[in-house]
């Protein structure tokens, strides 16, 4: 397959369905992304979108790295000092440069923590004597230290990386208060080397006892350490296990896509974590993407290493993404690892509904609000104390229990009128006409909040529980994959069908939030319509899933593929259309959502 | 020979060595003299990477100590260092006693008394240290 065939700039390529492994290969080759898939709707409309780059950590580091190197290609003070300067100055080139001639070059340096003389790069790793303490630690020397050399203030070895991974910018501090000087890349890489290499002699050292171990026979200490070592580990294996399984009900809301990705990323994560260097120039990779935040998003997903780099626009009638966001289109891009989520507000994937509503949503499930509508609706105020109080059997003698008021359930009047006539005459009083009425209109709308309320909660819940129960039988394939002898490939119309299934139903629970806060219309039936029908789609793919047996499931991979790609139709069909009626302002909101 | 005055003391707590009781006592020439002021000090897991979380017990009248007792403290906060010790913190709070800085408030309306009326400030922070730090 040729690259001109990828070429993402040309609609009309791009319109045709892009797969999971296509797309996996796209995200290497630097390929821009769009927030939708088609400049045109059904209809003919023509609508905006947002271009954007899924980028790794690794990538953003190498461009910092060429931006540091440009600079000191005007500075010439060296590519740590450079480093250092950028990262003080917070990547304002011009800034840095203004100062660099305006200042005189020692004040510069000592303000941005750079030692005056640097030359005295030797022994910045030292073994130091039994008089020497640590003072983070207070462990006793003979011991490994670092120090900067042009400051020398010590700290052994294991304090120090403690210290440099716990930073959170890529500025790294001389511990000693009193100082100023920063550690430099160059020195961490020392630092970093020399952790890593003692990580490596460390591991020599338990491999070679372990060989040792089994040249003669074990005494009954080294059978007793090596049982508890594995007792040990298999116990945290178990205690892994369920761990896991609550991390996937967590990502419940994210691409099912990440699962096969997930391995190659925490390789690569490991690496980072591993080596002191790279962690380092993560925390600066970090730095710089939350300067410039406008460009640059780290995926919200736990643990994601991932970013998002934003490309304008395909029109020139919108020119950020705030205006992108007032005309009511949800900026959902995906990261490399399949996270799906909102460019502007950073929660998950929540199209249709646009980001107000998704604010107002939340909050309004979470206020006591809807409380207290449930107060109004079950309960009566006592006409004279106003406490609420719910009617839970008897009679419609009321006596109310804070003040001992006596009134008439019926028509909130008071008792006496009633005489002992248990059966209330004065119905059709002006005062209880008009309770009633105001019963009437809160049941109205929590009723009506409920209802979607309940739709979405459904949608959410079978969300997570598909999730869970989809995982478990994607093991079962795999493993009847291997035993078929069936390709990978063969079987990733599963995953595909998983992934379709999961991204419908965060759609569809989103597209009820919506719902609850649109004004009755025609426009809004149709809205209704499209929803039943991806519902419909959902249920059918997710009933498939379940009656399925396992065994069966390669033998059954046409119904599979029919029913996800009629699913994919249809909630693209069904994205597009709430994405006309919304933009187009063509259906009214009930109150202000702003 | 009497002993010197003890200014600072600091106590583990019984049951997690973490915690720790502290009493400070008003340093003198500010308007807390006199006040034996109890603090609360523990050490979080990552101590010594991240600071001792410390909260004043006894109510004070300082601008930069809210009503919760948090302590406004660039030591505590983005001017940690693992070299600092929990000698030191304590003595920085001291010396926050003697050199308040209403212009870094954490307590807004005690900040704002302290920036107009700095003489009726002082007497309430006095009338305070009296009332509550005996």
């Given amino acids: 397959m040729s690259a001109s065939e990828f070429e993402y700039d040309s609609e009309e390529e791009y319109a045709s369905s892009v797969s999971l492994d296509e797309l996996e290969a796209l995200s290497l080759t630097d390929s821009v992304h769009y927030t939708h898939k088609n400049r045109q709707t059904a209809t003919g409309l023509s609508m905006h979108r947002m271009r954007y780059k899924p980028v790794e950590a690794d990538e953003i580091e190498g461009q910092l790295k060429a931006h540091i190197r440009d600079v000191d290609g005007i500075l010439q003070i060296g590519e740590d000092d450079c480093a250092v300067l950028m990262l003080k100055y917070e990547w304002n080139e011009q800034k840095l440069l203004e100062d660099f001639t305006t200042k005189e070059p020692g004040n510069l340096r000592r303000e941005c923590g750079l030692a005056t003389d640097t030359k005295v790069v030797s022994g910045l790793v030292e073994t130091a004597g039994p008089e020497f303490m640590c003072a983070i630690c207070c462990s006793e020397g003979p011991v490994e230290t670092f120090g ?110 990440e699962r096969h990705i997930r391995q190659q990323r925490l390789e690569k994560q490991e690496l980072r974590n591993k080596v002191l260097l790279s962690r380092y120039w993560y925390a600066v990779v970090l730095q710089y993407t939350k300067k410039h935040a406008r460009t640059f998003r780290n995926c919200p997903a736990v643990d994601c290493e991932c970013f998002i780099e934003y490309r304008g626009f395909d029109s020139d009638v919108i020119s950020s993404v705030e205006e992108y966001v007032a005309h009511k289109y949800i900026p959902i891009v995906q990261c490399a690892n399949g996270h799906r989520f909102c460019f502007a507000c950073m929660s998950e994937d929540h199209a249709p509904a646009t980001c107000a509503v998704v604010r107002k949503w939340i909050q309004t499930c979470a206020d006591e609000t809807e409380t207290s509508h449930w107060i109004t609706a079950n309960t009566k105020d006592c006409p004279k104390c106003s406490s609420p109080i719910e009617k839970n059997g008897g009679c419609n003698h009321m006596t109310c229990g804070e003040c001992h008021y006596q009134f008439c359930w019926i028509c909130l009047g008071d008792w006496s009128r009633h005489k002992n006539n248990f059966v209330c005459t004065s119905f059709d009083d002006e005062e209880a006409k008009k309770e009633r009425e105001k019963q009437e209109t809160s049941r109205v709308s929590l009723k009506k909040y409920l209802f979607y309320f309940d739709l979405f909660e459904i949608h959410r819940v079978s969300l997570k529980k598909d999730t869970e129960f989809l995982a478990k039988l994607e093991y079962k394939v795999q493993e009847i994959q291997q035993r078929a002898k069936v390709s990978w490939i063969e079987a990733h119309f599963y995953r595909e069908s998983i992934d379709t299934l999961l991204k419908c139903r965060i759609t569809l629970m989103w597209s009820y939030a919506l719902m609850f806060y649109l004004e009755s219309s025609k426009e809004k039936g149709m809205l209704e319509k499209t929803q039943s029908n991806l519902s419909n789609h959902v249920e059918a793919l997710s009933k498939l899933f379940e009656v399925t047996p396992t065994e069966n499931v390669i033998k059954k991979k046409e119904t599979f593929l029919t029913k996800a790609n009629a699913l994919k139709t249809s909630h693209e069909k069904c994205i597009e259309i709430f994405m006309e009626s919304l933009v187009l302002n063509r259906i009214k909101f009930v109150s202000d959502i702003e | 020979m009497s002993l010197p005055k003890r200014i600072i003391r600091v106590m583990p707590h019984e049951d997690n060595l973490r915690y720790f009781n502290v009493t400070i006592d008003g340093p003198s020439g500010s308007p807390y003299e006199g006040g034996k002021f109890k603090l609360e000090l523990f050490l979080p897991d990552d101590y010594p990477m991240l600071a001792p979380k410390v909260r004043f017990l006894t109510k004070i009248y300082h601008p930069n100590i809210d009503r919760l007792g948090r302590i406004c403290l660039d030591v505590l906060k983005a001017n940690w260092s693992p070299a600092l010790q929990v000698r030191t913190i304590l003595l920085s709070i001291q010396a926050l006693l003697s050199s308040p800085n209403p212009d870094d408030p954490l307590a807004n309306e005690v900040a704002e008394e302290w920036k107009s009326n700095e003489q009726n400030a002082i007497k309430t922070a006095r009338e305070w240290t009296e009332r509550f730090a005996q």
Wanted: charge should be negative; hydrophobic fraction near 25%.
């Fill in chain 1, 148 to 257: 900067l050399s042009w400051c020398d203030h010590r700290y052994c070895v294991d304090c120090y990386v403690r210290y440099v991974r716990g930073g959170q910018t890529g500025l790294v501090k001389c511990p000693d208060t009193g100082c100023r000087l920063y550690v430099r890349p160059r020195e961490l890489a020392q630092l970093s080397a020399f952790d890593e290499q003692r990580a490596l002699q460390k591991e020599e050292k338990e491999r070679q006892e372990q060989r040792q171990n089994l040249g003669g026979p074990l005494t009954s200490e080294q059978i007793m350490a090596k049982y508890q070592k594995i007792a040990s580990e298999s116990s945290d294996e178990e205690d892994a296990e369920p761990a896991n399984d609550d991390e996937s009900a967590d990502d419940a809301l994210f691409n099912f896509h």
